[in-house]
């Protein structure tokens, strides 16, 4: 694990790019900046922490790389492409195809089943959509790919707290994501449950890839990551530990 994140402007593998980036939002009649200037490259196969206290601008950081906001300054690009400029249907597809999320509140439906919930995507998404039997037939294998087998009929009430975060995981997998962004994800968990969570998250990233961009106050979850990228005020903090 490192907490080296100078971008190296002479690598051309950077999946996703951001220079100078900055976020400014108005907040009772005045301007705030939340984000300040960051400079970031993110890999194939990454695995970053973003640590940082209340306000740093950390979940800032998570809603732009997931183009969940895209007025911001500076630039932010996928795969070469400026986030800012991709039309709308290019966005929609960017957020369904390319990202999933992951939240601390799990954010699934109470009234569905863990496989209906996991199969939601497929219901989002315009191309290449899957027949039932192969939405059925996905959502399943997710489910026992993330320790759910024979759970799939539960609705999240009957889960425990970290199924039902592996209920979530396994919906932000159907769409085979390239990159899973994830705020505070063992946040409302026990410690060995999240420490489960976490060894998910390596097991993912190791074994198809996908690359993990988590928020975390918890510097023992950030120790699991390959890098951690420290924020402060919305600046990037370069003391070790500068967390607080």
């Known amino acids: 694990m490192s907490t080296d994140t100078s971008p190296d402007t002479a690598s051309p593998q950077a999946l996703i790019q951001a220079r100078a980036l900055s976020k400014k939002y108005r907040e009772g009649g005045r301007t705030v900046s939340a984000l300040h200037s960051l400079d970031l490259d ?15 601008g950390k979940t800032t950081v998570l809603n732009l790389l997931g183009a969940l906001d895209t007025d911001y300054g500076g630039s932010l690009k996928f795969n ?17 195809r390319t990202v999933g999320f992951v939240y601390q509140s799990f954010h699934l439906l109470p ?36 320790g759910l ?17 592996r209920v979530a995981i396994a919906r932000a997998l159907f769409s085979q994501p390239r990159i899973i962004l994830c705020d505070e994800p063992t946040g409302a968990l026990d410690d060995a449950t999240g420490a489960s969570i976490l060894e998910l ?21 950030a120790d699991r990551a390959h890098r951690i990228l420290r924020l402060r005020d ?6 070790p530990g500068g967390e607080s």
């Open 42 to 56: 993110i890999v194939e196969n990454d695995y970053l922490a973003i640590m940082g206290p209340s306000g740093s």
């Open 234 to 239: 919305g600046r990037l903090d370069p003391a």
């Open 201 to 221: 998250f390596e097991e993912l990233n190791e074994q198809l890839g996908v690359i993990i961009v988590l928020v975390t106050h918890d510097q023992v979850v």
């Open 111 to 146: 009234h569905l089943s863990a496989l209906q919930n996991v199969a939601l995507p497929a219901h989002f998404s315009r191309r290449g959509r899957l027949a039932g039997s192969d939405i059925r037939e996905r959502a399943n294998h997710l489910l026992a790919r993330v």
């Open 149 to 165: 087998e024979g759970l799939q009929q539960r609705k999240p009430l009957h889960l425990s707290g970290g199924e039902r975060q």
């Open 80 to 96: 070469q492409s400026e986030v800012k400029t991709m039309k709308r249907n290019e966005l929609a597809g960017f957020r369904n």
